[in-house]
């Protein structure tokens, strides 16, 4: 099977192994000489005689230097450097020649060749030329770690600032394909017990589907080759074309719910590719686990604030529907203005939840027709506080703060609880305010009934760039006699 793990790898466990060479040359005579200095000097070495087997060579070993002839059959020297700058970028290799050209030298160089070296060569010379070649490639092999380890690094940071799954599921996806040079990265999430999300496919898609019994009953990341391939996966259109794959099955406690696939059409992967998306499939676990936590304390918390707002109704039965009333005037304001979706979206539901820190206040205070003693008002005005303190703590709630904490604040800075003044007071809040004003004005209160649409048009018109935004006013007042005439035309009831 495609197990890598007991043939090595490429850079990465590469410092605590003896270094390997590989010679390539059609000359028994030179291999063989190569082989004894090589094997003298400590080195693992194998050999072959033509560029090809070089390369099919090194797709089952870890070869850390290659040490080729120029002139080769089939394949020269300078078509195998040419592969290897592709295939086995951390390999090092060095050119030998009994012909040498300026121009095959310096375009040696060009493909990536360490040095280059003149038959018949002092051994010596060869030796040296090697133990330099193995320092560039260990020195290239820590280069490589180093990033790898700085790109794990920015990937854990990355995901820490955002809750959200998918996009840290692609984060997760773009750090693999970055560090293994993968032509497609799947995270295949299965629809089962709790998840319900989609996963994510970088290149071309793999599915569920695409998976044996074998990959479902992993346990162990594994590094499959192309002939192991069919084990793992379903052999059909989307996967004929894949060279190899590294599976890691993702658990989360016992429960084994997907599975981060990296898969090649251009390279085999090795040792260090499955260590790296081991690693990689733990943050991918955790980003799922916490936004599974978080979707279940985010409905929740809906289902609380509808409590909420129940209470609040039941509490205080003048402001009964009035917190719907607000949140929709508030919306058509929000459309009538050009917001996007997203932020109309978002006044509607502060708008909801607009009074929310009423529910704070003493009942009997709250329904009082008129009176209240100076210590009751001080505690009525802060109820705009009261609200920011209940929501605030959840982060879902916290875009729609702005509106709840200053929904009473005046455009001429006379309003409360902080007295803010013109744009010091966030768009959504001024939004609110006459959305919050035109409702209280044209339904029933506690210590007066309902005043006539009219009334309350000339009242917001009188007061617009005082208490209120002139700009909001103006969209508010085409809104809502654009909606009052929709109503009305639908034969559905109107403020009067
Ligand atoms: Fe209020």
């Known amino acids: 099977m495609g197990d890598a793990s007991e043939r090595?790898?490429?850079?990465?466990?590469?410092?605590?192994?003896?270094?390997?060479?590989?010679?390539?040359?059609?000359?028994?005579?030179?291999?063989?000489?190569?082989?004894?200095?090589?094997?003298?000097?400590?080195?693992?070495?194998?050999?072959?005689?033509?560029?090809?087997?070089?390369?099919?060579?090194?797709?089952?070993?870890?070869?850390?230097?290659?040490l080729s002839g120029l002139?080769?059959?089939e394949m020269s020297g300078l078509d195998l450097l040419r592969e290897l700058k592709e295939s086995h970028p951390f390999t090092v290799a060095l050119i030998m020649t009994a012909y040498p050209s300026v121009e095959t030298a310096t375009q040696a160089?060009?493909?990536?060749a360490f040095d280059y070296l003149q038959k018949p060569f002092k051994i010596q010379d060869v030796m040296l030329a090697v133990r330099r070649g193995l320092t560039q490639q260990r020195l290239r092999s820590e280069n490589i770690e180093l990033r790898a380890a700085l790109s794990l690094?920015?990937?854990?940071?990355?995901?820490?600032?955002?809750?959200?799954?998918?996009?840290?599921?692609?984060?997760?996806?773009?750090?693999?394909?970055?560090?293994?040079?993968?032509?497609?990265?799947?995270?295949?999430?299965?629809?089962?017990?709790?998840?319900?999300?989609?996963?994510v496919n970088l290149g071309d898609p793999l599915t569920e589907e695409d998976l044996t019994e074998e990959t479902l009953a992993l346990t162990t990341a594994v590094v499959v080759d192309e002939a192991h391939l069919p084990h793992y996966i379903e052999q059909n259109e989307r996967t004929k074309r894949l060279l190899s794959v590294v599976i890691v099955p993702l658990f989360q406690q016992e429960e084994h719910f997907g599975v981060l696939i990296a898969s090649s059409t251009q390279r085999n992967f090795w040792e260090r590719d499955r260590k790296l998306l081991t690693i990689i499939a733990d943050r991918a676990s955790a980003a799922v686990q916490?936004?599974?936590?978080?979707?279940?304390?985010?409905?929740?918390?809906?289902?609380?604030?509808?409590?909420?707002?129940?209470a609040l109704e039941e509490k205080d039965p003048y402001t009964a529907g009035h917190s719907e009333r607000v949140a929709l005037y508030a919306r058509l304001t929000a459309e009538r203005l050009g917001l996007p979706p997203h932020e109309t979206e978002l006044i509607y539901q502060a708008g909801r939840l607009h009074d929310i820190g009423k529910l704070t206040i003493r009942s009997d205070e709250l329904n009082k027709p008129t009176g209240l003693t100076p210590d009751e008002v001080r505690r009525f005005r802060l109820h705009p506080v009261y609200g920011e303190e209940l929501l605030g703590a959840i982060p879902t709630f916290k875009a729609l703060l702005p509106a709840i904490g200053g929904h009473h604040e005046n455009y001429d800075g006379t309003g409360y609880p902080r007295g803010l003044?013109?744009?010091?007071?966030?768009?959504?809040?001024?939004i609110m305010a006459v959305a919050d004003s035109y409702d209280a004005m044209t339904s029933h209160r506690a210590y007066r009934k309902a005043l006539p649409h009219a009334f309350a048009v000339e009242e917001l018109k009188a007061c617009s760039g005082t208490q209120y935004d002139p700009h909001i006013v103006a969209a508010f007042l085409l809104a809502i006699e654009d909606w009052r005439k929709k109503r009305i035309?639908?034969?559905?009831?109107?403020?009067?």
């Not at 035309?489 to 009067?496: I, K, M, S, T, W």
Request: hydrophobic letters at 45%; proline letters at 4%; aromatic letters at 6%.
């Open 489 to 496: 035309e639908a034969g559905l009831d109107v403020p009067a």
């Open 290 to 310: 916490s936004a599974q936590l978080f979707e279940a304390l985010e409905r929740s918390f809906r289902h609380t604030i509808e409590a909420l707002v129940t």
């Open 71 to 73: 002139c080769l059959p």
């Open 109 to 112: 160089m060009k493909l990536g």
């Open 8 to 66: 090595g790898d490429e850079a990465w466990t590469a410092r605590s192994q003896v270094p390997s060479v590989l010679v390539v040359d059609d000359e028994q005579v030179t291999r063989a000489v190569l082989t004894d200095f090589l094997s003298q000097e400590g080195y693992k070495v194998w050999t072959v005689d033509d560029a090809r087997s070089a390369l099919a060579l090194m797709q089952r070993e870890r070869i850390d230097l290659v």
């Open 153 to 199: 690094y920015q990937l854990a940071s990355r995901m820490s600032t955002s809750l959200e799954l998918l996009p840290n599921l692609r984060l997760i996806a773009e750090t693999v394909q970055e560090q293994t040079r993968a032509t497609g990265v799947h995270v295949i999430l299965f629809p089962r017990n709790e998840i319900m999300w989609d996963g």
């Open 421 to 430: 003044k013109g744009k010091e007071i966030p768009l959504m809040a001024r």
